[in-house]
């Protein structure tokens, strides 16, 4: 898929973007080299692969370094919610905005 011109200059109308030809013909050959290249990785043939979870998986195994899930400050959320005007169950009540 090659973009013309026309096209650069229909999608900086839509951006409301104002180019130059300059910057036309520049955006032009940037977007084009963007679509080649990904014309290039969709005819690679991909069908047998499995997909990795990380990109270091295809040299060995990857073992996730998280950690614990802890909490790490004290729960102080009725001591937050005293100034709230409203509060239900632990949640702060606000007005509804939206119709």
Do not use: W, Y
């Not at 997909?51 to 959320?77: C, K, N, W």
């Amino acid at each position: 898929m090659a973009l013309t011109s026309q096209d650069i200059a229909r999608i900086a109308q839509l951006a409301q973007l104002d180019l130059t030809s300059a910057e036309s013909a520049r955006m032009l050959t940037q977007l084009n080299g963007f679509f080649d290249i990904v014309e290039k990785m969709r005819a690679v043939d991909t069908t047998q692969l499995a997909p990795l979870t990380h990109p270091v998986a295809a040299i060995g195994e990857v073992a996730l370094r998280l950690r614990e899930d802890v909490a790490s400050e004290p729960d102080q959320r009725a001591a937050n919610q005293r100034s709230a005007p409203a509060v239900e169950r632990g949640l702060f009540l606000v007005p509804k905005v939206i119709e």
